[in-house]
């Protein structure tokens, strides 16, 4: 503990494997040493020994981090192209704990494997648990995604949320007027 608290993750992970070979059970221990490999970006590593803390009752530690890998993956995944990968991995995520970037990375990967529908509820997910300078492409994206469903009520309750922001403003200022022809 000592070790990790002095971020000495290479010496933590030496001593939390010794007291796993001690006591394979320990809960505690297998989540501080997927949580060092975790804080050292070995996330196979950290994966391994967190689902062994999860084994061990240490399922709400260790989730928040599984759930952070699953999504880092999940990202990598979209940049891939590979989008059925991607959705399946941003739902493992949701599966530990459910947060916004879960919610919009699986929106991301249905619009693109052409569930819009579903990618919209997802997004609206995502809406709720999301941190203010998100809203904006969020709402952008429930905008478009509506439209391109036929949507117009929908595009246009989106689009004005974004009237305020900046970075939308005038393509949603242009959006609601072609919708409300």
Same mark, same amino acid.
């Given at each position: 503990?000592?070790?990790?608290?002095? @971020?000495?993750?290479?010496? &933590?992970?030496?001593?939390?494997? $010794?007291? +796993?070979?001690? /006591?394979?059970?320990? %809960? #505690?221990?297998?989540?501080?040493?997927?949580?060092?490999?975790?804080?050292?970006?070995?996330?196979?590593?950290?994966?391994?020994?967190?689902?062994?803390?999860?084994?061990?009752?240490?399922?709400?530690?260790?989730?928040?981090?599984?759930?952070?890998?699953?999504?880092?993956?999940?990202?990598?995944?979209?940049?891939? @192209?590979?989008?059925?990968? &991607?959705?399946?991995?941003?739902? $493992?995520? +949701?599966?530990? /704990?459910?947060?916004? %970037? #879960?919610?919009?990375?699986?929106?991301?990967?249905?619009?693109?494997?052409?569930?819009?529908?579903?990618?919209?509820?997802?997004?609206?997910?995502?809406?709720?648990?999301?941190?203010?300078?998100?809203?904006?492409?969020?709402?952008?994206?429930?905008?478009?995604?509506?439209?391109?469903?036929?949507?117009?009520?929908?595009?246009?309750?989106?689009?004005?949320?974004?009237?305020?922001?900046?970075?939308?403003?005038?393509?949603?200022?242009?959006?609601?007027?072609?919708?409300?022809?």
């Amino acid at each position: 503990n000592a070790a990790k608290r002095n @971020k000495d993750y290479a010496g &933590a992970i030496e001593n939390f494997a $010794k007291v +796993l070979e001690m /006591d394979p059970a320990n %809960g #505690a221990a297998a989540f501080n040493l997927g949580d060092s490999y975790y804080r050292l970006k070995n996330f196979a590593e950290a994966e391994k020994y967190l689902l062994m803390a999860v084994e061990n009752g240490k399922a709400k530690e260790s989730n928040p981090r599984l759930a952070s890998i699953a999504l880092m993956n999940a990202k990598a995944s979209m940049k891939a @192209k590979k989008f059925q990968e &991607a959705l399946d991995l941003a739902n $493992k995520s +949701l599966a530990y /704990d459910e947060t916004s %970037g #879960a919610f919009e990375t699986a929106g991301d990967a249905l619009k693109e494997l052409g569930n819009t529908a579903d990618a919209v509820a997802n997004y609206e997910k995502a809406l709720a648990e999301a941190k203010p300078k998100a809203l904006g492409q969020l709402n952008y994206k429930i905008a478009a995604a509506a439209q391109a469903m036929g949507d117009k009520t929908k595009a246009i309750e989106f689009y004005n949320k974004i009237l305020g922001d900046p970075n939308f403003a005038e393509f949603a200022k242009y959006q609601i007027a072609e919708l409300s022809k």
